[in-house]
């Protein structure tokens, strides 16, 4: 088993909490780490998945570098580390 530390920023801290621990199974992604957030934290999965497919507007950081939802479906996570997420940003 694998503890991750999922933080959330902007309007997803208001819906998920500013900071979650989830534990994955060994070897898990970081898609499948998301997938088990989105099993605890309810409001998560309308937010982050559409039709079991990660959100393409959805910001992820994996420990502190910008993922794409691909990438997420192939980087292995480890014991302690950590997924940030953004909603989309806008403005002008």
Same mark, same amino acid.
Not at 37 to 53: M, Q, S, T, V
């Given at each position: 088993?694998? !503890?991750?530390?999922?933080l %959330? =920023?902007?309007? =997803?801290r ?12 060994? /070897?898990?992604?970081? &898609? %499948? %780490? @998301? ?5 605890? #934290?309810p409001?998560?999965? /309308? !937010? @982050?998945?559409?039709?079991?497919? @990660?959100?393409g507007?959805?910001? #992820? ?5 910008? #993922? ?5 479906a192939? #980087?292995?996570? /480890? !014991?302690?580390?950590?997924?940030? &997420?953004?909603p989309?940003v806008?403005?002008?």
């Amino acid at each position: 088993m694998t !503890e991750v530390t999922i933080l %959330a =920023f902007a309007k =997803f801290r208001e819906q998920f909490g500013e900071k979650n621990m989830i534990t994955t199974d060994s /070897g898990a992604t970081v &898609l %499948a %780490a @998301l997938e088990k957030f989105a099993e605890i #934290i309810p409001a998560a999965r /309308g !937010e @982050l998945f559409e039709e079991n497919r @990660l959100r393409g507007h959805v910001i #992820i950081m994996y420990n502190r570098e910008r #993922i794409d939802s691909e990438e997420a479906a192939e #980087i292995t996570v /480890g !014991e302690g580390d950590e997924i940030v &997420l953004y909603p989309p940003v806008s403005g002008g």
